[in-house]
């Protein structure tokens, strides 16, 4: 049979999306994305907030013109939740400015809980009254489900904008911008960038809540497994004083937002950036020192944990020099070498090896060797073989007195790592890069982002591995800090901001050419995509004026302190 092949030059009205699940929705060709997910939408399911359409990430209010392939994303996924939470903090921007247009927001950091903490000036008094209103003023914006509307306008248009506004961040950031224009969000009478997509209307943000607290208010939103649910809000006064302090810091440097780096990247002043910031390193992790040598009568174990490229192999090293200086000699316990043998280790619920519990530790083991070594006796060591999976015998080691032993592990402030050890022995010390340096007052900087381009940085040089490969693992390492780290960053004695204001602009030039190879079409080159664009805010800088111990070595290379190790017994 000859088949017969006709030309048209009317196409068909409607268009088909194909989901990943087999499921084909019809609609109108030009229709907006949100009309077909709106025939599907179960209200018992996490809410859909995004399409990667054809391996490209697309808002729901953008047009199909053409059959295509899609999944779905939800505010489970990681590009989801970014969806909601920056819609969110628009719809209170919105709110904000129609209760106390005189008054300034900044959207500060995210809490454990789920949440951004928020600071509020120029507003007197600011009390639970306010924060009440606030929290009405936005249920009432989303009752009337206000659109949130796109629009692409000239750069010098949006530079005009934000100076009749007074939103002078902005227009410092912006004068850098290397693009001819700028998508705006407008929402009532409101304007304003978001770095990313959001949800269509304000009927989206459903789940949220506010919080008083000290020096502001907690905007909080679902965390991503339960997200329709917002969480108790925990305890964190360590962690607020750590950002406070380091903001405090920023603005006494001059570069309260990246707008101000920008600035002094043009005029040549980076190199005293540079080095006020590394000043700063020092003199806290000197600080630290002193605290634990006022006490190393009584103190036998440092513990220090903190998430993924947090920098806790250069700080353990600095922090041990400085404790050198004070004539206390430190003893690194290396915690790789307590696993227990790879037969034993538990197992996740898809079958594979669960490292990362600490039932993946011989914590007997562990405690034994810990009490013997700050009891000043002769301990036999185990050395973890991690080709054959099995514990063998290490070095013997022993410690005279005044001698401290310094553990670095995710588990470092988990109370159940030491049972054996009484607590008042211990300090432990959360290390983390707390990024305070934001975009502006309302676009923050991820300290999530910072860490896994300090990663992919690393990875690159140590291990050979792509940004695609860094990219696909970061997910489960993120799981692993949320599940063992983040949960007892407040059992620390005290908090470090590993966070240098420079790094981004340094990082810049190193990390782009590798984002620039993830394949298109892959979750991965969604996610490289996303970060060259965060990226292009940035001027860039050299490694020239990078000391050669700085923690951002250790992601950079030419740390003096890669092989460094004070202890010879």
Known sequence: MTETFHLTSNPRSDVELTLDDGRIITGRRGAKLEEFINLIQDSQQPLIVGVVLDGSLRELTFPLQHDGVASLITMSDADGARIYRRSLVFLLEVAFKHCFPDGLLTIDHSVSSGGYHCQIHNVSPFGQAEVDLLGTTMQKLVEDDIPFVRETVPLQEAIEYFTATGETDKVSLLKYRQRPDLVLYRANSVRDYHHGYMVPSSRYLKHFALDLVEEGFVLRFPRRHTSNLIEPL??????????????????????????????????????????????????????????????????????????????????????????????????????????????????????????????????????????????????????????????????????????????????????????????????????????????????????????????????????????????????????????????????????????????????????????????????????????????EWFLPTSTEFVPDNSLLREFIGGSILTDFSMWQR
């Open 234 to 535: 925990g305890k964190f006064p360590t962690l607020l004083k750590t950002f406070k302090d380091y903001g405090d810091w920023l603005n006494k440097l001059g570069i309260p937002s990246v707008g101000a780096l920008n600035d002094a990247i043009q005029t040549g002043h980076i190199d005293e950036v540079i080095l006020v910031s590394e000043a700063l390193h020092e003199m806290q992790i000197s600080q630290i020192a002193d605290q634990i040598y006022q006490n190393h009568d009584k103190i036998g174990v440092i513990l220090i944990a903190g998430p993924s490229s947090s920098g806790k192999t250069t700080f353990s090293k600095r922090l041990s020099i400085q404790l050198v200086a004070r004539g206390i000699n430190p003893f690194a316990l290396e915690m790789d070498n307590f696993f227990v043998d790879r037969d034993k280790t538990p197992l996740l619920p898809n079958g594979s090896k669960d490292y990362e519990s600490l039932r993946a530790m011989d914590l007997d083991r562990l405690n034994h060797d810990v009490k013997a070594l700050v009891a000043g006796q002769e301990v036999q060591l185990p050395h973890y073989n991690f080709i054959t999976g099995m514990s063998v015998d290490g070095k013997v080691a022993k410690l005279h007195h005044g001698d401290i032993v310094i553990v670095e592990g995710i588990h470092g402030l988990n109370p159940n790592l030491l049972r054996d050890i009484d607590p008042a022995n211990t300090f432990r010390i959360y290390i983390s890069c707390l990024t305070q340096l934001n975009l502006d007052r309302h676009n923050r900087i991820s300290t999530t982002d910072t860490r896994m381009i300090r990663r992919i940085v690393r990875d690159a040089r140590d291990r050979g591995y792509s940004a695609s490969q860094t990219i696909a693992r970061w997910e489960s390492v993120r799981m692993g800090e949320k599940q063992h780290i983040f949960p007892y960053q407040e059992n620390a004695d005290v908090m470090f901001n590993s966070a240098l204001a420079y790094e981004i602009s340094t990082l810049k030039p190193l990390v782009e050419p590798l984002l620039r190879q993830v394949s298109f079409g892959s979750m991965e080159h969604i996610e490289a995509k996303r970060l060259l664009k965060f990226l």
